[in-house]
């Protein structure tokens, strides 16, 4: 109910986060909060260029979720440049791995863009004991990749979001946050619970996370209020540099913890919000 949305907050000229709100750790384990806060980065981690190249053979991108799983040298499959540092991409692989054991990546076909290039869709899953807690990792990046023809070279990141979850039962949630925004736009951060509450006393809070926090793999600080109306809500404002703002979420329910990441394209461009 938008009669329920707090005041809206701007985030920092300098690091993108909201505002200058007293925070608090988010209520669980410290690995959960980092691990949605640099999902970008442990997937590909490589900068989004513009691309003008070819894109991957299905055969190249076999080998590359094969690569992914161990089957196979990752850092061979990709070339280096600028944009692209293959050395990188296996540690943070690593790093995913030495959180999630059994974390598995999958590569599909996605939907082709308005010009014509195509994109595959990047998901992995995985899971991790600690303690009592059971933590499920599911996160997916849609991407528009080029190839050298021998090598993948470049990538350009469309879409990405993350959930990570404890318990037994899924909560289902949905984050109602765009893939992309104009500088300097004003727009909804929301969160909703998609099942009543009935009676259920849930917290949560949601904070940017600045693109120094996610390369540095720094926990992010959350500020947690009680939620009264089944979400949280949020009006915010882009940044008036072309780049991107990462959300992190946590919600604290009586059936488990659930923890979100999610990217948000800034663009200078009306055209490059639905490429």
Same mark, same amino acid.
């Given at each position: 109910?938008?009669?329920?949305?707090?005041?809206?907050?701007?985030?920092?000229?300098?690091?993108?986060?909201?505002?200058? !709100?007293?925070?608090?750790?988010?209520?669980?384990?410290?690995?959960?909060?980092?691990?949605?806060?640099?999902?970008?980065?442990?997937?590909?981690?490589?900068?989004?260029?513009?691309?003008?190249?070819?894109?991957?053979? &299905?055969? +190249?991108?076999?080998?590359?979720?094969?690569?992914? %799983?161990?089957?196979?040298?990752?850092?061979?499959?990709?070339?280096?440049? &600028?944009?692209?540092?293959?050395?990188?991409?296996?540690?943070?692989?690593?790093?995913?791995?030495?959180?999630?054991?059994?974390?598995?990546?999958?590569?599909?076909?996605?939907?082709?863009?308005?010009?014509?290039?195509?994109?595959?869709?990047?998901?992995?899953?995985?899971?991790?004991?600690?303690?009592?807690?059971?933590?499920?990792?599911?996160?997916?990046?849609?991407?528009?990749?080029?190839?050298?023809?021998?090598?993948?070279?470049?990538?350009?990141?469309?879409?990405?979001?993350?959930?990570?979850?404890t318990g037994d039962t899924d909560l289902r949630i949905?984050?109602?946050?765009?893939?992309?925004?104009?500088?300097?736009?004003?727009?909804?951060?929301?969160?909703?619970?998609?099942?009543?509450?009935?009676? !259920?006393?849930?917290?949560?809070?949601?904070?940017?996370?600045?693109?120094? +926090?996610?390369?540095?793999?720094?926990?992010?600080?959350? +500020?947690?209020?009680?939620?009264?109306?089944?979400?949280?809500?949020?009006?915010?404002?882009?940044?008036?540099?072309?780049?991107? =703002?990462?959300?992190?979420?946590?919600?604290?329910?009586? =059936?488990?913890?659930?923890?979100?990441? /999610?990217?948000?394209?800034?663009?200078?461009? /009306?055209?490059?919000? %639905? &490429?």
């Amino acid at each position: 109910m938008r009669s329920l949305r707090p005041e809206s907050s701007r985030p920092d000229s300098r690091s993108g986060s909201l505002g200058h !709100a007293p925070s608090a750790r988010p209520l669980c384990p410290r690995f959960s909060a980092r691990a949605t806060a640099c999902l970008a980065a442990l997937l590909v981690g490589v900068p989004a260029l513009p691309l003008r190249a070819a894109a991957p053979s &299905p055969r +190249q991108l076999q080998s590359l979720e094969a690569a992914f %799983n161990g089957e196979g040298d990752l850092p061979a499959l990709l070339g280096s440049g &600028p944009d692209l540092d293959p050395g990188l991409v296996e540690r943070r692989r690593r790093l995913l791995l030495s959180r999630f054991p059994d974390a598995r990546w999958q590569i599909s076909a996605g939907p082709t863009l308005r010009d014509g290039r195509q994109t595959v869709l990047l998901r992995v899953r995985g899971s991790r004991q600690d303690g009592p807690l059971r933590f499920r990792l599911e996160a997916e990046q849609q991407l528009a990749l080029e190839s050298d023809g021998s090598r993948i070279t470049g990538q350009t990141l469309i879409r990405e979001q993350a959930l990570l979850r404890t318990g037994d039962t899924d909560l289902r949630i949905s984050l109602l946050i765009p893939d992309a925004v104009l500088t300097g736009q004003r727009y909804d951060v929301d969160v909703l619970l998609d099942e009543p509450l009935d009676g !259920a006393i849930v917290a949560g809070g949601i904070v940017a996370i600045s693109p120094e +926090q996610v390369s540095a793999l720094e926990s992010p600080l959350l +500020q947690l209020g009680a939620l009264g109306g089944g979400g949280l809500f949020r009006t915010v404002q882009a940044p008036f540099s072309p780049g991107s =703002q990462t959300w992190a979420v946590l919600l604290v329910h009586p =059936q488990g913890l659930v923890s979100a990441s /999610k990217r948000v394209r800034v663009v200078a461009d /009306k055209a490059q919000l %639905n &490429p």
